[in-house]
Each structure stands twice: as structure tokens, then as C-alpha cells.
T-cell receptor
Framework: QKEVEQNSGPLSVPEGAIASLNCTYSDRGSQSFFWYRQYSGKSPELIMSIYSNGDKEDGRFTAQLNKASQYVSLLIRDSQPSDSATYLCAVNTPAGYQKVTFGTGTKLQVIP | GAGVSQTPSNKVTEKGKYVELRCDPISGHTALYWYRQSLGQGPEFLIYFQGTGAADDSGLPNDRFFAVRPEGSVSTLKIQRTERGDSAVYLC?????????????FGPGTRLTVL
């Protein structure tokens, strides 16, 4: 079982719709969870971090964490073509808490 | 100030050669990380520095890979006897961490191609 799993996509949504990106992780002791956006040919850019169960909102982005289900998600409201990118989920590993493991990413395509 | 910087942006070398990749973190950030990213994959952890010391080097694939951070700021990733399988984008990240897990900010990366 991979430590951090994401559907590779592509996930296609029409402009203005809600995009829902999902991630599961294997280590129950993980405490920190991150979403990064990566445009083609560029480096990852931090969008959201979440540490507690529940929702965290920042503009059009909402991160959701459910530690019991070992599940973290990212919702993008009013999706724009400029949101088209690969979204990486990252989770810290408790044994070495500074070590962050990334998923393979979900490619999002927002169709105008 | 400026974000994380990495040099060179591109490096082409021949199999068997030695390469050095440099990372300059955000000023004041004590934690520095190296990752390697292959096409279609997420970044793969290599090594983490807290200050001058390597706190976790469990991701280094073998003893051809070595990294230093002698003054607690700039770091150099060194790869000896390069192999074609070392071709990837090498990413550096830093965080202001003072002991707990924290947000990491990435540099633009160095694309290494081993011919």
C-alpha cells in the first residue's frame, strides 16, 4: 500500500464548477497535511495546510481532513482555467516528523 | 526577501561524471530539504537538514549521493559517478521550522540529464 494515494486523473470539470480532489494516507500517526499545486514544468507551490479534523477555507479553496478515515481532500470552488494543474497531496511521517511524503498528484483540467 | 533559489537550472552531464547542485534557502529558514521528482511522480524525499546537520538522510538512494550545508544556509547536493537513472528534477525546499512539522517552500528545481 502506498503511503499517500491519489487518483492520477485527469479530472475534468467545467469552468465555474467545484473540483474535488481526494487523497488517502496509510500512517494513522500523521499530523500534518498539505496541498500543493504544480503547473507543468514548474515546482510545487503550497496552497493549503491542515492539521485538525474538519474544514479549512482560504478563498476558493477548502481543505477537509478526516483522520479517522485517513482521508484529506481539496475543494476548489468556481474553478477557473488557470486552476488547471497537477495537485499534490503531502503528508508528514510521524517517525521522522519533518519527512513529508507526496502522492503522485491528480491532474485537473478546467474546461472553459 | 527572495524565495528559494537553485543553480544551475539545467545540468547535462555524461554517465560517470560528478555533479553538484546548489540550493539557497529563504533567509532565516532553518530547515532545508532535497527532493527528486521524475516525470509523472510526486517529489521523492532525499534528505532534510536542520541547521548544519543532516537530521534525516534516509531518502538518499545510495552512497553516490551526498549533501552538505556547512554554514546552515546554502546546501549542495553532490552526486558521484552519475547514472542515467539519476536523471530527474532535483527540488530544494526550505521552511522556518523550529521543531515541528511546517510548511515547505520550493525552489524552481534543477533538471539533471545524464547522457
Amino acid at each position: 500500500q502506498k503511503e499517500v494515494e491519489q487518483n492520477s486523473g485527469p479530472l475534468s470539470v467545467p469552468e465555474g464548477a467545484i473540483a474535488s480532489l481526494n487523497c488517502t494516507y496509510s500512517d494513522r500517526g500523521s499530523q500534518s497535511f498539505f496541498w500543493y499545486r504544480q503547473y507543468s514544468g514548474k515546482s510545487p507551490e503550497l496552497i493549503m495546510s491542515i492539521y485538525s479534523n474538519g474544514d479549512k477555507e482560504d478563498g476558493r479553496f477548502t481543505a477537509q481532513l478526516n483522520k479517522a478515515s485517513q482521508y484529506v481532500s481539496l475543494l476548489i470552488r468556481d474553478s477557473q482555467p488557470s486552476d488547471s494543474a497537477t495537485y499534490l497531496c503531502a503528508v508528514n511521517t510521524p517517525a521522522g516528523y519533518q519527512k513529508v511524503t507526496f502522492g503522485t498528484g491528480t491532474k485537473l483540467q478546467v474546461i472553459p | 526577501g527572495a524565495g528559494v533559489s537553485q543553480t544551475p537550472s539545467n545540468k547535462v552531464t555524461e554517465k560517470g561524471k560528478y555533479v553538484e547542485l546548489r540550493c539557497d534557502p529563504i533567509s532565516g529558514h532553518t530547515a532545508l530539504y532535497w527532493y527528486r521528482q521524475s516525470l509523472g511522480q510526486g517529489p521523492e524525499f532525499l534528505i532534510y537538514f536542520q541547521g548544519t546537520g543532516a537530521a534525516d538522510d534516509s531518502g538518499l538512494p545510495n552512497d553516490r549521493f551526498f549533501a552538505v550545508r556547512p554554514e546552515g544556509s546554502v546546501s549542495t547536493l553532490k552526486i558521484q559517478r552519475t547514472e542515467r537513472g539519476d536523471s530527474a528534477v532535483y527540488l530544494c525546499a526550505s521552511s522556518p521550522d523550529s521543531g515541528g512539522s511546517d510548511e515547505q517552500f520550493f525552489g524552481p528545481g534543477t533538471r539533471l540529464t545524464v547522457l
